[in-house]
């Protein structure tokens, strides 16, 4: 059976094969299932939002940068093989970014 920071380096390596390089990307959560078969984890990343055109300063809206908001994906991996059978969108309260 795998331990927990070999879940991590998993979830983090199938991360960053899919999306390539994530800005702060961080585990937020960990946890062994029930019955010792899979981890669960959870990381977070920085996305940028662009903001949606204002009628009355179009111009100012496309070179406005957007604003960033944490985004959170819960990976799924094998306890046993260290293998990600999931990975899904994870909701938790948006932190506005500092």
Known sequence: MIGAKDAVAAATAYMKEIYGTLPGLLVEEIELE??????????GFWQTVPEAPQPTNQ???LFSAGSTKRVYKELKVDAHQG?????KIRTLPSVPRA
């Open 34 to 43: 029930e019955g010792n078969q899979y981890w669960l984890v959870t990381m």
């Open 59 to 61: 111009l100012a809206a």
């Open 83 to 87: 293998v990600v059978k999931y990975m």
